[in-house]
Every structure is written in structure tokens, then in C-alpha cells.
């Protein structure tokens, strides 16, 4: 007899119960690490979080367009910055570098920037320094909440609705998610209260634009705008942060009787600045100095004793006016009406 002991013992059949079990196990071990994997890498490619302590990014300039520059900030869409962010008198052409920051995304799916650096606070002394100097400082819009805005500032703080800067509750829900500056007006270590105001710091910045734009343009400019808002005696222009008023006589050498018979609200133009008053704050605008004189050509086109046809425009005592083309009137005087010796009497519109 064999020693059962020398002998070895023989493997054990194969349970193939277990070695499907198995395997089956060791697959879905294997399509969940590599889904997982690939979602990971999905999402560093798609998401952009803002810059840790908002310390920016550098970017390049892509091009230049009338009021806005268009930036490689690293991301799939590019970044646009207002022309008017740049410290008065320094200018930026294809190629340069800038430091901005990553604000969120605009309705037409651009990235908005904004230059230099706002730190955010890490720690309640931090928090006391930015209110105590009232400076301002950068949050992350959390959600909308009863009243206004949860948002982080390292702490969480409230932003009440009405010191948002949005108009209304849809405003406020495309803000959520994205960072903002704003000045906190209220801290309460104790209660540990924050309250914190947008609307202020869009206040001052628009103000602040609005002052370099009167400084910026002069007298004799010609200049890009969007026409704001249209009246019976002109429309108001919007050059870059601050109104231009462009009056009717001012639209074309030709009669108009009103500027929406040739304008409309978020048509872009390009008008010249024909007077800046500074104390006023008001800048009067031109279109039709950017067009050729009509009676530059009168004297090649017109000639003594030619016949021609016009429209009659007015009728006056003396005479009528006839519109021979835009710009150009000529006036048939009541004696050259006719051949008889008394004047035809010329009736007036009612």
C-alpha cells in the first residue's frame, strides 16, 4: 500500500461556480476602475474651477475687436477682457501676455476675465483686515437662497438680493457657481455673520469706467457704438460704458423725420464725437460726417439751365424748397413760379 503521506495529494477539481464567479468579478473590478478612469479624466478636461486663492492665470492675446480683447486662457473657448480694464494709456497687440482672472462665462459662451490679482480671505483675521479697510475681496457664489445669495468667501457668507447687482431671480441663479467681487458689510466673528455687498463694487467700477471714457475720447474721434435707446429727437449711443447722444439732425445730410426710420436699439454703428463736455458729462455724436458732403459734388453734377425733377419738402411765403437728392435742396422762387405778372399765392401746410 502506498503511504498516504509520500503521496501527493491530487489538486482539486476545478468548481466552475467559483472560476465564473470570478471572473466575472475581476471584469466588472476592471470596467469599474476603468470607467472610473476615464470619468476622471473627463472631468479635469471639462471643468475650469476657479484659480486657488484667485492668484490668475496668464494668457494671450488672440485679437482685437472695436471695445473687448479676445484671450487664450488655456480653456476650450476663449477669454474676453474690456478694452476699457486697461490702465489708461496702455495698450496690448497679438502676442502679449496678461494676468487675469477667471470671472465665469458670458451669454455668448466666452470666459470673462478681469486683470490683476484680489485675494481671498483663508481665515477670520483676514476677513477683519478686508472689512476693517473695506477693500474688496472675491467669493464663490454657492446658491440662491431666501433673501439673496449663499456665497463662500472662506467663510460662508449672505449677500442680500437687492446689493447682488442682478436684476432679477433669473440673473441671480446664473450667478451661482461663479466667482465674484464684492465688500463685506457686516462681520460678526462672534455670531460668525457675514454679510457681503456686490452691487457696490459694480458701482464704483462702472463709475470708474465712466470717468476714464470722458478722459479717453476727444473732440473729432471716430468711434464704435451700440445704440441704446431710440427718441423722437435722437438716440443714445453706447461707446464703450458711457452714453453719446446722437441727434436727428446729426443722422444724415438728408431730412429725417425720426431716428427709428434708420436706427434701431442694438445696432452697431460708428459715429464721430462732435463735442465732449466734460463738466455735463455729455459727448454729442455724428453719422453724417462720415459720409461725403452732398454739395461736394453739386458743381460737377448740376448745370446752369439744365432741367431737372425734385421733391417740393417746404412751402414758404417766398418760394418752395425742392430735394433735388439727400443734402440738397433747391429753392423756386415765388417770382420764377410763373409768367403772369401777379404772384401765385403758395398755401401752407396746416
Known amino acids: ?13 476545478p468548481d466552475p461556480t467559483i472560476s465564473t464567479q ?13 470607467f472610473q478612469d476615464i470619468l476622471s479624466q473627463y472631468e479635469q478636461s471639462h471643468s475650469h474651477k476657479p484659480e486657488e486663492g484667485n492668484k490668475g492665470r496668464e494668457a494671450i492675446v488672440v485679437a482685437l475687436t472695436a471695445d473687448s ?14 478694452l476699457t480694464a486697461l490702465p489708461r494709456g496702455e495698450t496690448v497687440k497679438p502676442g502679449d501676455k496678461l494676468l487675469v482672472s477667471v470671472k465665469g462665462r458670458d451669454p455668448e459662451g466666452y470666459y470673462a476675465v478681469s486683470l490683476g490679482k484680489i485675494s481671498r480671505p483663508t481665515d477670520w483675521a483676514s476677513l477683519e483686515k478686508a472689512f476693517t479697510e473695506k477693500t474688496a475681496i472675491v467669493g464663490t457664489v454657492m446658491a440662491a437662497v431666501k433673501g439673496g445669495l449663499s456665497v463662500d468667501v472662506g467663510v460662508r457668507a449672505f449677500m442680500p438680493a437687492s446689493r447682488s447687482g442682478a436684476r432679477d431671480a433669473a440673473e441671480m441663479e446664473k450667478l451661482v457657481g461663479q466667482e465674484v ?6 462681520l460678526d466673528v462672534t455670531e460668525e455673520d457675514v454679510v457681503v455687498d456686490r452691487r457696490v ?11 476714464r471714457r470722458y478722459a479717453e475720447i476727444k473732440e473729432g474721434d471716430t468711434i464704435q457704438g451700440v445704440v441704446r435707446s431710440l427718441a423722437e429727437y ?20 438728408s431730412r429725417i423725420a425720426k431716428p427709428a426710420d434708420v436706427l434701431s436699439v442694438g445696432q452697431q454703428i460708428e459715429a464721430r464725437v ?29 448745370n446752369t439751365g439744365e432741367r431737372v425733377r425734385g421733391a417740393v419738402t417746404r412751402l414758404t411765403d417766398f418760394g418752395a424748397f425742392v430735394e433735388l437728392e439727400a443734402g440738397v435742396e433747391g429753392l423756386i422762387h415765388i417770382s420764377e413760379m410763373s409768367w403772369g405778372k401777379k404772384a401765385l399765392a403758395i398755401p401752407r401746410k396746416s
Open 234 to 253: 435722437g438716440a443714445f449711443v453706447d461707446i464703450g460704458g458711457v452714453d453719446g447722444l446722437l441727434h436727428v439732425a446729426e443722422i444724415s445730410w
Open 201 to 211: 463694487i459694480t458701482e464704483e467700477e462702472e463709475r470708474a469706467t465712466r470717468e
Open 181 to 186: 467681487r464684492c465688500r463685506i458689510t457686516k
Open 69 to 82: 480683447i479676445l484671450l487664450d486662457i488655456g480653456f476650450k473657448s476663449e477669454g474676453i477682457l474690456p
Open 22 to 34: 470570478a471572473k466575472s468579478h475581476s471584469t466588472a473590478a476592471d470596467t469599474s476602475e476603468s
Open 1 to 13: 500500500m502506498s503511504d498516504p503521506k509520500s503521496d501527493p495529494m491530487p489538486d482539486p477539481m
Open 274 to 302: 462732435l463735442k465732449v463736455d466734460h463738466d455735463k458729462r455729455r459727448i454729442s455724436l455724428g453719422l453724417r460726417q462720415l459720409q461725403p458732403h452732398p454739395w461736394d459734388q453739386v458743381a460737377d453734377k448740376y
